[in-house]
Nanobody, 120 residues
Framework: QVQLVESGGGLVQPGGSLRLSCTAS????????MGWYRQAPGKQRELVAL???????NYADSMKGRSTISRDNAKNTVYLQMNSLKPEDTAVYYC??????????????WGQGTQVTVSS
Protein backbone atom coordinates (compact mmCIF):
# COMPACT_ATOMS: atom_id res chain seq x y z
CA GLN A 1 0.00 0.00 0.00
CA VAL A 2 1.36 3.39 -1.00
CA GLN A 3 1.35 5.82 1.89
CA LEU A 4 3.03 9.14 2.54
CA VAL A 5 2.36 10.93 5.80
CA GLU A 6 3.56 14.48 6.39
CA SER A 7 4.00 16.21 9.72
CA GLY A 8 5.62 19.28 11.18
CA GLY A 9 3.50 22.06 9.76
CA GLY A 10 2.04 24.83 11.85
CA LEU A 11 2.01 28.53 12.58
CA VAL A 12 5.33 30.32 12.69
CA GLN A 13 6.33 33.98 12.82
CA PRO A 14 8.17 35.62 9.93
CA GLY A 15 11.85 34.80 10.16
CA GLY A 16 11.15 31.56 11.98
CA SER A 17 11.93 27.98 11.06
CA LEU A 18 10.07 24.73 10.61
CA ARG A 19 11.08 21.20 9.78
CA LEU A 20 8.65 19.09 7.84
CA SER A 21 8.83 15.32 7.85
CA CYS A 22 7.32 12.76 5.51
CA THR A 23 7.37 9.07 6.25
CA ALA A 24 6.57 6.86 3.31
CA SER A 25 5.85 3.21 2.87
CA UNK A 26 9.00 1.35 1.97
CA UNK A 27 7.61 0.25 -1.38
CA UNK A 28 7.34 3.84 -2.56
CA UNK A 29 10.36 5.31 -0.81
CA UNK A 30 13.10 2.88 -1.73
CA UNK A 31 14.76 3.58 -5.03
CA UNK A 32 12.71 6.68 -5.82
CA UNK A 33 13.35 10.36 -5.81
CA MET A 34 11.37 12.30 -3.22
CA GLY A 35 10.17 15.85 -3.25
CA TRP A 36 8.35 18.63 -1.49
CA TYR A 37 5.78 20.79 -3.24
CA ARG A 38 3.52 23.53 -1.99
CA GLN A 39 0.23 25.09 -2.95
CA ALA A 40 -0.90 28.48 -1.77
CA PRO A 41 -4.56 29.53 -1.92
CA GLY A 42 -5.57 30.38 -5.46
CA LYS A 43 -2.24 29.25 -6.90
CA GLN A 44 -0.96 26.18 -8.65
CA ARG A 45 1.07 23.58 -6.85
CA GLU A 46 4.76 24.29 -7.24
CA LEU A 47 7.99 22.47 -6.62
CA VAL A 48 10.03 23.37 -3.56
CA ALA A 49 12.79 20.78 -3.60
CA LEU A 50 13.71 17.32 -4.86
CA UNK A 51 16.18 14.78 -3.60
CA UNK A 52 17.54 11.83 -5.52
CA UNK A 53 17.85 8.30 -4.24
CA UNK A 54 21.48 8.97 -3.30
CA UNK A 55 20.74 12.29 -1.63
CA UNK A 56 21.49 14.86 -4.32
CA UNK A 57 19.21 17.87 -3.79
CA ASN A 58 17.69 20.32 -6.21
CA TYR A 59 15.84 23.45 -5.17
CA ALA A 60 13.35 25.70 -6.82
CA ASP A 61 14.16 29.39 -6.76
CA SER A 62 11.31 30.12 -4.36
CA MET A 63 13.13 28.71 -1.33
CA LYS A 64 16.69 28.26 -2.54
CA GLY A 65 19.08 29.23 0.21
CA ARG A 66 16.39 29.06 2.85
CA SER A 67 15.55 25.37 2.75
CA THR A 68 17.34 22.04 3.00
CA ILE A 69 15.92 18.74 1.84
CA SER A 70 17.30 15.50 3.21
CA ARG A 71 16.35 11.87 3.44
CA ASP A 72 16.93 9.03 5.87
CA ASN A 73 16.70 5.85 3.87
CA ALA A 74 16.73 3.70 7.01
CA LYS A 75 13.58 5.45 8.23
CA ASN A 76 11.87 5.89 4.85
CA THR A 77 11.62 9.56 5.70
CA VAL A 78 12.30 12.77 3.84
CA TYR A 79 12.69 16.11 5.57
CA LEU A 80 12.40 19.75 4.61
CA GLN A 81 14.11 22.24 6.88
CA MET A 82 12.82 25.75 6.19
CA ASN A 83 14.47 28.86 7.60
CA SER A 84 13.87 32.60 7.37
CA LEU A 85 10.24 31.96 6.59
CA LYS A 86 8.18 34.69 4.94
CA PRO A 87 4.43 35.25 4.82
CA GLU A 88 4.51 34.30 1.14
CA ASP A 89 5.71 30.83 2.16
CA THR A 90 2.26 30.19 3.59
CA ALA A 91 0.85 27.15 1.79
CA VAL A 92 -0.07 23.52 2.10
CA TYR A 93 3.13 21.55 1.73
CA TYR A 94 2.96 18.17 0.05
CA CYS A 95 5.39 15.31 0.10
CA UNK A 96 5.79 13.39 -3.15
CA UNK A 97 7.41 10.21 -4.35
CA UNK A 98 8.42 10.14 -7.99
CA UNK A 99 8.66 6.81 -9.73
CA UNK A 100 9.86 6.00 -13.23
CA UNK A 101 8.79 2.80 -14.96
CA UNK A 102 10.75 0.89 -17.57
CA UNK A 103 9.16 2.96 -20.32
CA UNK A 104 10.38 6.16 -18.69
CA UNK A 105 6.94 7.29 -17.55
CA UNK A 106 7.02 9.30 -14.33
CA UNK A 107 4.29 8.79 -11.76
CA UNK A 108 3.87 10.91 -8.67
CA UNK A 109 2.40 9.78 -5.38
CA TRP A 110 1.21 12.43 -2.96
CA GLY A 111 0.80 12.81 0.74
CA GLN A 112 -2.22 14.52 2.26
CA GLY A 113 -0.37 17.78 2.86
CA THR A 114 0.51 19.80 5.92
CA GLN A 115 -0.40 23.44 6.44
CA VAL A 116 2.36 25.98 6.99
CA THR A 117 1.25 29.45 7.99
CA VAL A 118 3.76 32.27 8.37
CA SER A 119 2.21 35.18 10.21
CA SER A 120 2.83 37.52 13.09
Amino acid sequence: QVQLVESGGGLVQPGGSLRLSCTASKSIFSGNAMGWYRQAPGKQRELVALISTVGNPNYADSMKGRSTISRDNAKNTVYLQMNSLKPEDTAVYYCAALTINKQGTVSTYWGQGTQVTVSS
